[in-house]
């Protein structure tokens, strides 16, 4: 299987700080690469996909980059609604795919 | 409006069988592959299962291959994880989630997700 690193595990920042989450896949995933968003209590939210698409309804501040093994996910200033966990999960093989462990952005 | 809303969570000893529902309204069930994603108290999200639009293919994460199966009623709108010979680390909120692509085509990628049902496997 694939294996996804997500960095940082837990990010400290304030509101209206850019803040850049980094995944790392074991292999090359060409661009089959989202991100989601989870709030305590709730489902996961797709944001990103195809790496760099955005998700009909989602904000502009978030933005997702990278190919093969390197991607970003970028929130271009902070909100308060922003402080969740967040997700990156790769989808190169449909019956193989995994998740990344989780990126907490906390209250700084 | 897409609404996906699983049950059949309870706590169930080691070994135990459990079966859980999800079931799906505001599109067209049929034309979807589902899937079926996990999360352990505290922990991340682990892919479980997935089936095709018709039922007629389905896949399983190593984890519990052997042990669920996954299957749905397409005239019922709902979409079934069986879960026997349950170990401890089992133990999840289970989601069931919508692939995002039309027409028999899996990508695998959520596009939504119900609210989950929790299995605690515990003596």
């Known amino acids: 299987d694939i294996q996804m690193t997500q960095s940082p595990s837990t990010l400290s920042a304030s509101v209206g700080d850019r803040v850049t989450i980094t995944c790392r896949a074991s292999q090359s995933i060409s661009s089959w690469l989202a991100w989601y968003q989870q709030k305590p209590g709730k489902a996961p939210k797709l944001l990103i996909y195809k790496a760099s698409s955005l998700e009909s309804g989602v904000p502009s501040r978030f933005s997702g980059s990278g190919s093969g093994t390197e991607f970003t996910l970028t929130i271009s200033s902070l909100q308060p609604d922003d402080f969740a966990t967040y997700y990156c999960?790769?989808?190169?093989?449909?019956?193989?795919?995994?998740f990344g462990g989780g990126t907490k952005v906390e209250i700084k | 409006e897409v609404q996906l809303v699983e049950s059949g969570g309870v706590v169930v000893q080691p070994g135990g069988s459990l079966r859980l529902s999800c079931a799906a309204s505001g599109f067209t069930f049929d034309d979807y592959a589902m899937h079926w994603v996990r999360q352990a108290p505290g922990k991340g999200l682990e892919w479980v299962s997935l089936i095709s639009w018709d039922g007629g293919s389905t896949y399983y994460a190593d984890s519990v291959k052997g042990r669920f199966t996954i299957s749905r009623d397409n005239s019922k709108n709902s979409l079934y994880l069986q879960m026997n010979s349950l170990r401890a680390e089992d133990t999840a909120l289970y989601y069931c989630?919508?692939?995002?692509?039309?027409?028999?085509?899996?990508?695998?990628?959520?596009?939504?997700w119900g609210q989950g049902t929790l299995v605690t496997v515990s003596s």
């Open positions: 989630a919508k692939d995002s692509a039309f027409g028999g085509v899996i990508v695998s990628l959520f596009d939504y």
């Open positions: 999960q790769q989808y190169n093989s449909y019956s193989g795919l995994t």
